[in-house]
Structures are given as C-alpha cells and as structure tokens.
C-alpha cells in the first residue's frame, strides 16, 4: 500500500509542476507577443523629428523678462463682482508713468529677517543654516 500511496503523491507532485511550467510558457508567450504588438505598432510611427525641424532661438538671442509696474487701484471694502470688473479682471489699470517709485512703495512692507535663520541639517557643512541666498 506505500507504494499506492507514493505513486499518487509522486504524481501528484509532478501534475503541480508540469502546471507550473504550462502557466509560465503562457505568460513567457503573452509577454512576447506585446513585445512583438508594440514592435510593430512602434515601426508604423513617424520618425522622430531632426535637429533642423526643430525651434531655433530668433535672430536677436533669448527673449528676456519684460518687467512692467502698474499704477495701483482702489478696490471697494466690499469687494467687487466680476461684473463690476474693468478690462477683463485687471480693473483697466494703466502703465505706471514712475515704474520704480510704484516698485519701492510696494517692496517698503517687505521686511528682511535677521537673525541665525534656520537650523543647520546634522550633518551639513557650518554656516549652511541660511540657504544658497545668504
């Protein structure tokens, strides 16, 4: 009777492993076709475009920041509604004629901390408690 009982434990264990190997050929077999799938879908794409379809900066060099100031305006207490608003939500403000005193009146409430400012990280370098703008 042991050799019934180990026949069928025998087999059994080789039933586990022959369905084993028969699930990794699937998946071995669909991991290729999308391979191949995305092969030949990749093939009938455009070629990427060449350096000289690309941008090129203009004839005078890089664009650079314009910076405008704007002459203030008062806004009601009571705020105002969107159909109250001039010039499409920028109230119809003008180009200040004094571009720089509008600036300083405005950068006058900022306030410049003094002070050891941050903790260093352990481990930093000494000094580094301030950041890349000290």
Known sequence: MNNTLTSIALDSTLTDIAWFLVVGLIVVGVLLGG??????????EPAPPSPESQPH???????YEVRGERDPVEI????LRPH??????????????HPEEVRAERESGHK???????????????????GAHD
């Open 84 to 97: 109250e608003m001039q010039g499409y939500g920028n109230f119809g403000s003008t180009s200040s004629v």
């Open 112 to 130: 410049h901390v003094e002070g050891p400012g941050p903790h260093p990280q352990p481990g930093s370098p000494p000094n580094s408690g301030r």
């Open 57 to 63: 900066l203009p004839e005078g060099g890089a664009v």
């Open 76 to 79: 009601p207490e009571g705020g």
């Open 35 to 44: 391979f191949m799938l995305g092969k030949r879908v990749r093939s009938q």
